[in-house]
Each structure stands twice: as structure tokens, then as C-alpha cells.
């Protein structure tokens, strides 16, 4: 499994928007990208997958370099609730079980 | 809500007993993941279940035992319990089985050793 690298925390306010950057230097050509969020003492949600180039859905964005060794989730003008920890995973389609690193904890601040 | 139920939500109990978790997955999904989350081991990939056959096993202990049922329930059974035991076990629930799905986790269930 490729290993990721992301920060460990990142601060914003409201409206602003919020970059996370995950480093996966040794990524698989089969490999996908999957972020997903997690409120305290809950199950960690889905938020965003790709494989190349960038990803939109209603909640972020997700911008794969051509070389896919790193990625980053956009999260476009936050608010409070977006406090959370945010995961950055990758494997392949054989792989049944997600892989949950350290994770980057985003704090909002009014 | 993800549709996915854990039972019990808290469950404090005390060194060398057994408890077991269940869990119920969203309507049609098939396959069942749980996982366990410690402050010291972070989010941890225990075992999965497809249709009733165990799929992937990850750091799960020998203590600790799982199976999925005909109606894809699952269940969770935890002995000779420890106290580094203690976390937050989650189920989530996928529609057949791949990286590419979607896992929908359960609230989890909070267990504490004493």
C-alpha cells in the first residue's frame, strides 16, 4: 500500500478556503485516491475520489498532478462545521479495506 | 445518517470478559468492514465480510472473532478482554467490495475495559 504523508493540522476561519495537501511518492498505477472526514466520536464519511486530474463533486474538490505523487483536497468556503479530521487514503480497486493514516485535523474559528 | 446501526452505542465492561458488538448494514449492501479506533493506533482495519464469507482480515487479535449472518448482520465478539481493548469499534457497510466503493460507517460502539 502506498504510504501518505499530510499535515497534521491546519487552522482557517469562515468563508475561507481550505487546502490539504497529501504526499504519495510511491503510488501504484492502479491506485486511487480517496479522502474521507471524520467528526469526534463518529464514523468517518466519504467525501471525495479520483485517480488523475481533478475531481468536483457538491462538497470539495480533489487536483491529481500528472505525476499523482501528491494531492489536494479543496474544501471551497468553510464554516464551523467543517472542523474535523480529514483523511487522505490510496489503493488500489483489489483492496477491500481502507487504510487510515494520522489524518490532518482542520479547526474553523469564527 | 448512513443507514448503517451499531448496537450497543456504550458497553463498559470488566478484564477477561467477552461482549459482542452487532451490526447491521445498509439495506442491500453486502459486505461489512469493522474497524477499531484507539487514541494510541489511530483508525484500524479489523476484518471484512462479503455475502456471509470473511474476505480480508487486517490487525484483528485471536481474542477477537467476527461472522456475518444470512441476513448480512454482523457481529463482532471481543473475549478475554484487556484493557488496551478499549476504543471506538466501527462497522461500515459497502455494496459489494472494492477500493473504488464507498464505505458507510456505522456510529460505532464506545467500549471501555476497566
Known amino acids: 500500500l502506498a504510504k501518505t504523508t499530510q499535515p497534521i493540522s491546519m487552522d482557517s476561519y469562515e468563508g475561507q478556503e481550505v487546502n490539504i495537501t497529501c504526499s504519495h511518492n510511491n503510488i501504484a498505477t492502479n491506485d486511487y485516491i480517496t479522502w474521507y472526514q471524520q467528526f469526534p466520536s463518529q464514523g468517518p464519511r466519504f467525501i471525495i475520489q479520483?485517480?488523475?486530474t481533478k475531481v468536483t463533486n457538491e462538497v470539495a474538490s480533489l487536483f491529481i498532478p500528472a505525476d499523482r505523487k501528491s494531492s489536494t483536497l479543496s474544501l471551497p468556503r468553510v464554516s464551523l462545521s467543517d472542523t474535523a479530521v480529514y483523511y487522505c487514503?490510496?489503493?488500489?480497486?483489489?483492496?477491500?479495506?481502507?487504510?487510515f493514516g494520522a489524518g490532518t485535523t482542520v479547526t474553523v474559528r469564527a | 445518517d448512513s443507514g448503517v446501526t451499531q448496537t450497543p452505542k456504550h458497553l463498559i465492561t470488566a478484564t477477561g470478559q467477552r461482549v459482542t458488538l452487532r451490526c447491521s448494514p445498509r439495506?442491500?449492501?453486502?459486505?461489512v468492514y469493522w474497524y477499531q479506533q484507539s487514541l494510541d493506533q489511530g483508525l484500524q482495519f479489523l476484518i471484512q465480510y462479503y455475502n456471509g464469507e470473511e474476505r480480508a482480515k487486517g490487525n484483528i487479535l485471536e481474542r477477537f472473532s467476527a461472522q456475518q449472518f444470512p441476513d448480512l448482520h454482523s457481529e463482532l465478539n471481543l473475549s478475554s478482554l484487556e484493557l488496551g481493548d478499549s476504543a471506538l469499534y466501527f462497522c461500515?457497510?459497502?455494496?459489494?467490495?472494492?477500493?473504488?466503493?464507498?464505505?458507510?460507517f456505522g456510529p460505532g460502539t464506545r467500549l471501555l475495559v476497566l
Open positions: 479520483g485517480y488523475k
Open positions: 461500515a457497510s459497502s455494496p459489494t467490495q472494492g477500493y473504488q466503493e464507498t464505505q458507510y
Open positions: 439495506s442491500g449492501d453486502l459486505s
Open positions: 487514503l490510496v489503493g488500489d480497486l483489489n483492496d477491500y479495506k481502507l487504510s
